[in-house]
């Protein structure tokens, strides 16, 4: 049986890719940080109580900033494959805590692949890699793996850090090591924080008489949104090749954050029309003429990424691997899954000062 570490595991691509692994038949490994409240919910349908025989979900206390802790579970384990999915992952507050960004995001990758190095163990590493690397050069659109990169944040210019390190152990010590460079990916378990996930779930609290308006920042910006189901697939191929090697992954098509907006609304029968430019722009009710969607500057970054599209054209003739999930289907989905759930009103409004 294979067995696989993933660093991440509570996040929204640890739980797919937990998923496909356990289906795959593989045992999985996942570090988990200690929290004052439960963060397992992601992958509480994973779990198995540990007294029963066929487990093969197993949790770790860990942490990207501690060395001891990852070399002991490294020579614990002996994983096959290693998923490097942890990250303080927000790009906004990547403004407010860039030396802890930098330390878990950067370092937490260097840690990890010198544990490998050390412990000597056969394992195949694959980075979590980011279509943010490209941040700064919305020219180079469609980006592939060989256009330049230019970091516009923390989280970017951490994240650049990794994907070198990752290169230089690859080259350095002959590790099979992987950067996937995902563009953005979402899903219903997307962190409540980003703005396809803010946006579902306002429209779910708008219709269900528990929220009044949606305070959003940038409605210009421009990103490639596929399907976080289908890209822990591509994760995956990655480390059933030959060689190690750098994929993009994407969809190819990119759309605004307004009309991610205009999707959404109209899965509740709801037309926006949009007034005003800039700051003083709105999403107003076509029928009712309410004001459903403000624009506020604290959602502004310092340094902002205009326009994201990919070019998988390498992983779609090498990995075979195609999205399945469309741009419509996946709103639709996002926004059919927050209608479904209870969500509390605090969480949403929590959402509307911080994400
Ligand atoms: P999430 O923010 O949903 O998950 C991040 C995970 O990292 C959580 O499990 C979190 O734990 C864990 N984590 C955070 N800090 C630490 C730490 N110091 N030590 C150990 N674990 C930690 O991210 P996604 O699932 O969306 O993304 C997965 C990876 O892919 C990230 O590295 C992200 O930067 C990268 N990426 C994501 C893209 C996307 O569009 N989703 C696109 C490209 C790259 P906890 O639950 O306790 O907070
Ligand atoms: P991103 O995702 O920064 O691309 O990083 P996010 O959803 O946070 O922002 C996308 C774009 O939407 C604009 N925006 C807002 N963003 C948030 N969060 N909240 C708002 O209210 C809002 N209004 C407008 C942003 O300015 C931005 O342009 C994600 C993360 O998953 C990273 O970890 C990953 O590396 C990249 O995707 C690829």
Same mark, same amino acid.
């Given at each position: ?82 998923? +490097? ?58 980006? +592939? ?28 010590? +002959? ?42 920042? +940038? ?91 990919? &070019? ?25 899954? &927050? ?17």
């Amino acid at each position: 049986m294979k067995k696989a570490l993933i660093t991440g595991i509570t996040g929204q691509d640890g739980s797919y890719l937990a998923e496909l692994l356990l289906n795959k038949g593989y045992q999985v490994h996942g570090i988990i940080r200690r929290a004052s409240t439960f963060n397992t919910k992601r992958i509480d349908h994973l779990y198995k109580d540990p007294h029963n025989e066929d487990v093969r979900l197993f949790l770790h206390y860990g942490d990207l900033t501690d060395s001891s802790n990852l070399n002991r579970l490294i020579e614990k384990i002996e994983p096959d494959e290693i998923y +490097n999915l942890a990250a303080q992952s927000h790009v906004k507050v990547s403004f407010e805590v860039p030396e802890y960004t930098a330390e878990v995001v950067g370092i937490g990758t260097l840690r990890l692949l010198d544990a490998i190095k050390e412990t000597g163990i056969k394992t195949k590493f694959y980075q979590a890699s980011t279509s943010e690397l490209f941040g700064g050069l919305p020219e180079t659109a469609p980006q +592939n793996e060989k256009t330049p990169f230019y970091p516009k944040s923390p989280y970017a210019a951490a994240k650049l850090y990794a994907y070198w390190i990752t290169v230089n152990y690859r080259e350095a010590y +002959n590790l099979f090591a992987c950067n996937g460079i995902l563009f953005n990916h979402e899903s219903p378990r997307r962190g409540e924080t980003f703005v396809t996930r803010k946006i579902t779930m306002a429209v779910a609290n708008i219709v269900k008489g528990k929220q009044d308006k949606l305070y959003l920042g +940038n409605l210009n910006a421009m990103r490639d949104w596929g399907f976080a189901g289908d890209y822990v697939e591509a994760m995956w191929l990655m480390l059933q090749q030959d060689e190690p090697d750098d994929y993009v992954i994407a969809t190819g098509e990119t759309h605004s954050v307004r009309e991610f907006c205009e999707k959404a609304f109209k899965c509740v029968d709801i037309d926006l029309v949009w007034e005003g430019t800039g700051i003083d722009e709105k999403g107003i009710d076509k029928k009712t003429g309410k004001v459903l969607i403000e624009v506020d500057p604290r959602y502004f970054r310092a340094t902002e990424v205009d326009l994201l599209v990919g &070019d998988s054209t390498k992983a779609r003739e090498k990995l075979k691997w195609t999205p399945r999930v469309k741009f419509d289907e996946l709103v639709y989905m996002m926004v059919e899954s &927050d209608l479904n759930t209870n969500i509390v009103h605090e969480e949403c409004a929590f959402t509307n000062i911080i994400g």
